[in-house]
C-alpha cells in the first residue's frame, strides 16, 4: 500500500456516515460563553462549562475535531512536556512540583470521565518511559530522577536491563511514570461535544468568526451569517486565531511530523519487549513513539517551523524517510517497512513549555487556551477545570502560574 501523506489516521478511519454534523450558526444568539474553537480543548471546556450549568456555544470554522485534535497522537500524558529541572529552576520547588501534581490530577480526571461517560476512543493505560541512550542522556535523566525523588514525584528509574525488558531497546536507562496512557484524539473530542451538547450547549461547525468586539457588559462576535452576544468569550486554540493576532508574539509555532506503519507482524513485535509504553527520548526535539490497539507502530517528531503550503507535499515525503530511518536504527526489523500515514501535527508552544491558560489584560470578558505543546491531551482538560474557576470567580491557589503574566 502506498503511504497516504497530509491524512491522519483517526480521521481517515472513522466511517463518514457515523461523523456528526452540527449547523452553521445562523442569525443573533444570546448565550452566557461563547468557545471559539472545537478541538479537543474546545469540545473539554464545553462540557465542563455545560455540566457547570452555563448556558455555553462553540463556534468552530471548519469541523469539530478535524483540526490539529484529529491529528495528534492522543498521549495522555501525567506530566508536562518540561523537566522538573526546568521547572524547578525557573519558578522554584514548591511551583514546580504543583505542576507535576496538576498535570497529573487532570489526566487522570479526563481518564475518569472518559470511562464514566462510555466515551469508546480505545483508551489504554500503561505508561511513559523517558528514554536515554547515550552518556549525554544519562547524566540529564539521572539528575532529573534525583529531582523527582526529592520532590516526592512519581517517577521510577529503568537499569539497562530492564529497560530492554519493557521496550527491546539499548540505552543506559530511563524515567517510568506510571499511569500514562494515549486514546483515539477525534473519538475523545466528538464524545465530549456531544456530552455537551446533551447538557444543552450549542455546538455550530462551518462557523467563522470575523470580528470580536468588548463592551462593557460581554462581547459581540460576528460570524460570516450572525452575531452572537455573550458575557464572556473563551478562545481555545492551539495557536491564537486571527483576531487574536497581537498575542503570537508570545508563542512559536512548529510542525511536528508522524508516520503510521501498517499492523507490524508477530517477528518484528517481539522487538518491542513486553510493554506496552509510550517512549519518548531526550533528542532536540524529542522523538514520540507508541504502539496503537490494532499493532501499528506511531512515531512522531521532526519538529521545525511550518512551511509553505506549495512544498508541504515535498516536505512530508522527506519527514517520512527521516522519520522512518530513524525508527528502523532503534528496531532494525522495521527497516524495509512502508508507513500507510504520514501527515504533519500543528504545535503552539510557549517559550516554558506548558500551557497558557487564563484572562489577559487587554481582553476584557476574555479566557484564553492557547500553547498546548506536546503536553498531550490531558492539557485540554486542565485548560476547562482552571477556566471554569476563573469564569465563576473561584480560582484555586496556583492557577494563576498557567496565566499570561508569567510570559509577558
Not at 528502523?328 to 504533519?344: E, F, L, V
Amino acid at each position: 500500500m502506498r503511504t497516504r501523506y497530509g491524512l491522519s489516521y483517526w480521521l481517515d478511519r472513522y466511517p463518514t456516515s457515523r461523523q456528526p454534523s452540527y449547523p452553521r450558526h445562523r442569525g443573533h444568539l444570546d448565550v452566557q460563553v461563547a468557545v471559539l474553537g472545537g478541538g479537543l480543548t474546545g469540545a473539554s471546556i464545553a462540557y465542563v462549562f455545560a455540566a457547570a450549568g452555563v448556558r455555553v456555544a462553540v463556534l468552530e470554522a471548519d469541523r469539530i475535531g478535524q483540526g490539529g485534535s484529529g491529528s495528534c497522537p492522543g498521549l495522555l500524558r501525567l506530566e508536562p512536556a518540561v523537566s522538573f529541572q526546568q521547572l524547578q529552576s525557573k519558578h522554584g520547588l514548591r511551583v514546580a512540583r504543583h505542576l507535576w501534581l496538576t498535570f497529573r490530577r487532570s489526566s487522570l480526571d479526563l481518564a475518569a470521565t472518559i470511562r464514566r461517560l462510555r466515551i469508546r476512543c480505545e483508551l489504554v493505560s500503561d505508561a511513559a518511559l523517558r528514554v536515554g541512550y547515550d552518556a549525554v542522556d544519562e547524566k540529564i535523566l539521572r539528575r532529573e530522577m534525583q529531582a523527582l525523588r526529592a520532590a516526592n514525584v512519581e517517577g521510577t528509574w529503568l537499569t539497562p536491563a530492564r529497560l530492554r525488558q519493557e521496550t527491546g531497546l539499548t540505552g543506559v536507562g530511563a524515567i517510568r511514570s506510571a499511569g500514562d496512557g494515549y486514546v483515539d484524539p477525534y473519538r475523545v473530542t466528538l464524545g465530549l461535544a456531544a456530552e455537551a451538547v446533551k447538557r444543552r450547549a450549542l455546538v455550530f461547525e462551518r462557523t467563522t468568526v470575523t470580528r470580536v468586539r468588548a463592551g462593557r457588559s460581554g462581547v459581540e462576535l460576528t460570524t460570516d451569517s450572525g452575531t452572537v452576544r455573550a458575557g464572556t468569550i473563551v478562545v481555545a486554540s492551539n495557536y491564537p486565531p486571527a483576531p487574536f493576532k497581537p498575542l503570537r508574539r508570545h508563542f512559536k509555532l512548529l510542525e511536528s511530523y508522524c508516520v503510521l506503519t501498517p499492523a507490524v507482524p508477530s517477528f518484528v513485535r517481539r522487538e518491542f519487549g513486553r510493554s506496552r509504553a509510550t517512549v519518548i527520548d531526550e533528542d532536540q526535539p524529542p522523538h514520540i513513539l507508541r504502539r496503537t490497539s490494532d499493532e501499528r507502530v506511531l512515531f512522531m517528531g521532526a519538529d521545525s517551523p511550518p512551511v509553505p503550503s506549495r512544498s508541504r507535499d515535498k516536505v512530508l515525503v522527506q519527514r517520512k524517510g527521516q522519520l522512518m530511518y530513524e525508527l528502523s536504527k532503534r528496531y532494525p526489523a522495521i527497516a524495509g517497512i512502508q508507513p500507510d500515514y504520514g501527515w504533519s501535527v500543528p504545535v503552539s508552544m510557549a517559550p516554558d513549555g506548558y500551557p497558557c491558560i487564563g484572562p489577559h489584560r487587554n481582553y476584557p470578558h476574555h479566557l484564553f487556551a492557547f500553547g498546548s505543546g506536546h503536553n498531550g491531551i490531558g492539557s485540554a482538560y486542565l485548560a476547562a477545570r482552571v477556566l471554569l474557576r476563573q469564569y465563576l470567580g473561584e480560582p484555586e491557589k496556583g492557577d494563576e502560574i498557567f496565566g499570561f503574566p508569567r510570559i509577558l
